[in-house]
């Protein structure tokens, strides 16, 4: 039997952000309105202690953090190469909040704003309904756009994430969640037994300021085909792993009407399989995570790996990455299935 309810998480700049909890028979789910995040997965609803992905207990150690733990990205995930695109015969100039690049819709993104929030509940599952708009002004995209994210999870353990938008003016949009999995149930376990299994069939090189370079390659290190451990390119690094201490690439799915990939672990106790209709993933193993939090929680180069289904970064100044321009008055949808085998 699922279950439902909300507590306050915590009173943040005046506002109160407010902690949504869902319950099947076995598990925990958890969300924030800020963000539209999913903040904790409990394998078992019983013990705090068997939390399956990296969350933080307050919102200024998120936001300190830098990590964007389980947060909803948008407009654009990943990096715009130099946070310039034209759209339309004009040139835009976003925010360049990572270098000289434009990350993750930029400073003022939805990650970092508290999102309104309904509740639909059904006998077999349960839907919290985020909605906010991002007005031009906020971050210099061309239109406003209404974008909605839902989270449903299932009486048998599965998490969906659809997400909606419509735009005033053609823009950019290309969304992602950034949940971080630690399937040791402890952080301080690293992801190096972590085993992947991608229906891909390459990845994307990147430069040494992580934006795509425009070449598709394959690699053994990349070769997630059959199942592989994180840890081959972590420790045994060709010069792409090496540029970015592990993995930081998007990884080509496979065509077709659903592309599949599956995380575990040696021991094979946890399995997430995902099914998504984006064409690409960004796996990224946290080599860039260095943070102690408000409560001494040391997060740190590999604590975790996020599953960023979506489309190529930087596609828009790459003529072969795919579409990622939303028409105005246009209906988007997508959409990204955890199944988790507890």
Known sequence: MMKYYQTKFEDFQNQTITEYIIETDHMQFSFLDYGARIHKILTDKNDDQSNIILSMNTIED??????YFGA???RVAGRIARGRFDLNGK???LEQNDGENHLHGGSNAVDKRIWMTTVEEQQDAITLKFKTVI????????GDITFEVHHTVTSDNVWKIEYFAVSTEDTLFNPTNHVYFNLNKDYHKK????QLQLNHDQFVEIDETLIPTGHIKNSPNFDFSDFQALETGIMNQDEDNQLVDGYDHPFLLQKGDEKTFTLTTDSDDITIDVTTDRSCVVIYTSNMLNYRSSDDIVLEQYSGVTVETQEIPD???HADFGNIILRKDDTYYSSTQFTIIN
């Open 72 to 74: 909803t990205i948008g």
């Open 135 to 142: 007005y031009e002004r906020d971050d210099h995209y061309p």
């Open 191 to 194: 992801i190096m037994n972590h």
């Open 315 to 317: 596609a828009i100044n």
């Open 62 to 67: 998120y936001n300190e953090s830098g990590g």
């Open 91 to 93: 040139s835009y100039q």
